[in-house]
């Protein structure tokens, strides 16, 4: 993310604070229980959520991020010295280095800290050939049934030996607690961690170290909350360890998601190139061989949906899904679906790559394609509700719809785009009428700009998602508003509810996004909420008074439906006040949050 000056993340803050005077009062028909983050966590993300209850949380801003100091030389250590000095006017809250000779032997202040971890951020962004620490700063986290202490789950991580979850681990890894079935069957997604592995001397004798990780993206599925970790490897693996994902699985032990299954041609002749390529002679004098794959892994593999029958000694068999689109045989394009969820009759859905023209039969080698389309496989084809595509000459692929959830009666939720503005749009299709008569429809949200996502839907056919509420135009430093809704297709006229609106009178929480409802009307969500504020060492804020700073914080949270709970407008809790500064979105503030919890002025302790 670019930095953000004082003031333009001041009225950002500004903008966040004021949210609740926006809002009007009301009766309480659901009530929050504050999924609270792990003691080493500022911020945390709703997931999906099973009929149990047992829910997915994601974490970010790791307090103490373990940086290796021993890898840095003294031009690094000026380096960061010279970033506080440049940059402290772009960071609210962090000044100039405060005790260079205790950084140096791995003993920083909170502030100095926030820099060293800033620096390798800046430098894992031109960090060609891996030669500094990777900082991923996430965790995956569960939530059992309605408690308020989530648990972090170590999934791939190690520590800096390679000791699996161990220890001090390092942070780098990229994992996701995607869900559980209702068995409690837990399924996800994660990396590998980052390690050190030396490379060859250079001219005066020096030992470069690199960072190098055994796979990318690779799911997995738990039976027992965690403690065994059961990967669901690509059918691909070749230079890399090839990539995969479990997005859902049912209640039969059918999961879904993605697999590597070829290699890009492309890149393997980069590969075994002797004139420059990873086989060159000249180059593995400079990088490890592993470290010459890393660097071309982006676009290394062909993935497509497919499903993994879990067995009952925890084997999983898998199947590839297929593709929307049959490419000519010379057409050796990486084309590519994705599989995100799967009902208890088997039918899964997800996007693909399509046609730019819907009628192509007997495609040519070089036929066009710049779009992704919403589609549903099942009884073993892949379709797209009969949708419409477009000519896209974007230069890259054109999300434009998805298909994010289905329920047991065929009802499928996801984003499409308004055919006449391309504003990104909810939409449900009922997919149980035969495949020609499939209709994706459009209903009325907010308002006719407003940028609007289904998430999930439940048995009854109830819908949650995200939208946007305020219809300015908007900017990358003053976006629209966005809140959680619910959308009942089983009533006779339904209309989209802002979830906020649902909330008892004096709420102190702000939903800003729906992730997920089970078939007993719980709602996993994110919400905007005043806590205590703690600096990068994971100690306190407090004022001159003594007294804890208290700030906005993106917090996963459940709400619980209230049995006769009635919904009654109470009034205008306080007059709308003129804007003084950019609203802020949902993702944009967990970004922000998660990027500058930490840097606040500081305050005596």
């Not at 399924?187 to 001397?201: D, H, K, Q, R, V």
């Not at 430093?477 to 339904?494: K, Q, V, Y």
């Not at 996004?513 to 709602?523: P, R």
């Amino acid at each position: 993310m670019k930095p953000f000056s004082k003031n333009i993340l001041a009225l950002t803050v500004i903008s966040a604070l004021s949210l609740s005077l926006f809002n009007y009062s009301h009766a309480e028909t659901y009530r929050v229980v504050d999924k609270k983050p792990a003691e080493n966590l500022g911020y945390t993300y709703g997931g999906k959520l099973n009929n149990q209850g047992n829910m997915a949380v994601t974490g970010s801003n790791v307090y103490n991020f373990p940086v290796q100091f021993d890898y840095f030389d003294e031009t690094d250590f000026n380096n960061i010295v010279y970033l506080a000095l440049s940059r402290q006017d772009y960071y609210f809250g962090l000044g100039p280095i405060e005790d260079l000779e205790a950084m140096k032997i791995g003993e920083p202040t909170a502030n100095d800290l926030a820099w060293a971890k800033l620096y390798l951020e800046e430098k894992n962004k031109s960090n060609t050939n891996f030669e500094y620490q990777i900082v991923a700063d996430t965790a995956a986290m569960i939530n059992l049934n309605e408690g308020s202490v989530s648990t972090e789950i170590c999934v791939f991580d190690t520590d800096f030996t390679g000791t699996a979850c161990s220890g001090e681990i390092t942070r780098s890894t990229v994992s996701s607690i995607e869900g559980f079935n209702n068995s409690g069957v837990m399924f996800g997604t994660a990396t590998a961690p980052y390690l050190p592995l030396a490379g060859p001397a250079d001219s005066n004798g020096l030992i470069q170290t690199h960072w190098v990780r055994a796979h990318g993206q690779r799911g997995f599925f738990s039976p027992d909350f965690g403690e065994t970790i059961i990967e669901i490897p690509p059918e691909f693996t070749e230079y890399g360890g090839g990539i995969s994902a479990i997005f859902d699985i049912n209640d039969n032990g059918i999961a879904v998601g993605y697999s590597s299954y070829k290699l890009s041609e492309f890149r393997e002749n980069q590969i075994l190139d002797e004139t420059g390529g990873c086989a060159d002679p000249a180059i593995l004098a400079t990088i490890p061989f592993e470290v010459c794959v890393q660097k071309i892994q982006s676009g290394m593999y062909h993935v497509q949906a497919f499903k993994a029958t879990l067995s009952a000694d925890n084997v999983p068999e898998t199947e590839q899904l297929g593709l929307l689109i049959t490419p000519h045989a010379d057409d050796d394009r990486a084309f590519s679906s994705q599989a995100l969820a799967v009902n208890n009759h088997g039918v899964a859905v997800g996007y693909a790559h399509g046609w730019n023209d819907t009628n192509v039969t007997t495609p040519a080698p070089n036929e066009r394609m710049g779009g992704s389309y919403a589609v549903i496989f099942k009884d073993g084809k892949v379709s797209d509700f009969n949708q419409l595509h477009y000519n896209f000459n974007s230069g890259s692929v054109y999300p434009f719809s998805r298909a994010n959830d289905i329920n047991d009666n065929g009802l499928v939720v996801g984003y499409t785009r308004d055919p006449v503005r391309f504003i990104k749009k909810l939409f449900y299709v009922d997919t149980s009428v035969p495949e020609s008569e499939m209709e994706i429809i459009i209903p009325k949200d907010f308002f006719t700009t407003s940028v609007s996502t289904a998430f999930a839907v439940n048995a009854s056919g109830v819908i949650v998602g995200e939208a946007q509420i305020e219809s300015h135009n908007e900017s990358a430093n003053n976006p629209r508003r966005t809140t959680g809704f619910m959308f009942d297709t089983s009533i006779d006229s339904p209309v989209i509810t802002d979830i906020n609106t649902l909330l008892k009178c004096d709420s102190p929480y702000n939903i800003i996004k729906a992730n997920d409802i089970n078939d007993v009307g719980q709602i996993s969500a994110t919400a905007i909420v005043k806590s205590a504020s703690y600096d990068t060492l994971g100690k306190p804020v407090v004022d001159d008074s003594g007294n804890p700073v208290m700030i906005d914080v993106v917090r996963a949270v459940l709400l619980e439906p209230i049995e006769g709970g009635e919904v009654t407008d109470c009034g205008l809790v306080e007059e709308k006040i003129e804007r003084q500064g950019a609203s802020i979105s949902s993702m944009v503030l967990f970004s922000l949050l998660a990027i500058c919890g930490f840097r606040r002025r500081r305050f005596k302790q």
